[in-house]
């Protein structure tokens, strides 16, 4: 399904819709380039999962947890360059622990994704537009936000 904001709050907005038809042990998959929207998407999860949370890209400590009845873990595998890498992150682990994943830069992990993971590709259209493709089933269809 493709959708279209026009800006960062209406990512977030889409975003928090998603987030209401996500369960545990989903992984969303973020595509896109630098300023794509993909921090300003995994806010808008964490407005309905972890509302007292503080979003921040993971940059430099890589993963970011957001506690909730649901717990939301924030990936950024920007720096990611081989199966050493990816492993020393934890990310294995974190498949197992029940929560949901929102991994950025996951075009570097690729080989690594779960074979039903949710691909959300974001790409810019101008200063604040953005097309938004949820690829991964049917329950995001339709999303209103």
Not at 46 to 64: D, H, K, R, W
Request: hydrophobic share 40%.
């Amino acid at each position: 399904m493709v959708y279209y904001t026009n800006s960062p709050a209406e990512t977030e907005k889409l975003a928090g819709a998603m987030a209401k038809k996500l369960t545990a042990g989903d992984v969303i998959a973020f595509f896109g380039g630098l300023g794509a929207g993909k921090t300003a998407f995994v806010r808008g999860l964490c407005a309905v999962l972890a509302p007292e949370a503080f979003v921040s890209s993971p940059t430099f400590a890589l993963i970011n947890e957001y506690p909730g009845p649901v717990p939301l873990y924030h990936f950024d595998m920007y720096r990611i360059t081989d199966e050493d890498d990816l492993f020393s992150t934890g990310y294995y682990d974190y498949l197992d622990q029940n929560g949901i994943l929102a991994v950025e830069w996951s075009e570097n992990i690729a080989y690594a994704l779960p074979e039903n993971h949710i691909k959300v590709t974001l790409t810019p259209l101008g200063e604040e537009k953005r097309e938004i493709r949820i690829e991964g089933g049917d329950r995001f269809e339709d999303l209103k936000f």
